[in-house]
């Protein structure tokens, strides 16, 4: 059976990745969406299995010693997130998959799955403009929105491991140089 070909979007939280994901899934019906484990719980209108599957720290920690995970990482303290083997295996059987992840999270996949990837950074055009997003899209606290402006300076450093970056400032073009970034490598 054909594999699937995968797709890592990383960058600072309030870049734009989901916005991104989003839109791609819907052009490109090819692609599924590795949903991953996270222990911060349900934001919004976020669904168990469907943005994420919540899992209290405890049971995400045996999930780590029962060597369940592709890659996981403590993004922020006391917050962990990972990709399980469970959910990715049997999909790439069928599918091309799109992975949001942390920057840590975007480099391991992409030694994990070399050739096979693309790894997307997506840059927002300043630090200012991120903490105004994640303010506009009004689903997160003042207190966990300094902690992720605080981190995403040390963040935006891994631009430089992606196989491509995407600067996010209009979205319009963010999202035609995606569109042709992505046709690129699957046609490759
Ligand atoms: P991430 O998934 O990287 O945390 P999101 O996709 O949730 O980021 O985007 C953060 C917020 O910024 C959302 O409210 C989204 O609608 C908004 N946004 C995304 N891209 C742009 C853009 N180019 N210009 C203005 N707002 C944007
Ligand atoms: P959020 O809490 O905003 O949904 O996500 C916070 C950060 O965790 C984002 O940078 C997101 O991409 C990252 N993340 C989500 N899932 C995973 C994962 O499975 N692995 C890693 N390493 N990071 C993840």
Redesign the pocket.
Known sequence: MKKGKVVI?????GSG??TLVHFLMKQDPSFGF?V???S?PP?GEEKHGV??YFFTPDEFRARIAADEFV???E??PG?F???LKSQVEHQLEQQNIL????????C?LKRYYGERALFIFVQAPSIDVLRERLIGRGD?SMEEIEK?VSKAEY?MTFAKFADRVIVNDNLDKAKLDLMAIVEKFLNE
């Open positions: 979007f990383s960058a600072p939280s990745k989901s590795s991953s484990a996270t911060r934001r943005d994420y890659e996981y990482e993004v922020y917050r997130y990972g990709t992975f949001d992840v942390d920057v840590k999270g975007g391991s997160t992720r963040e």
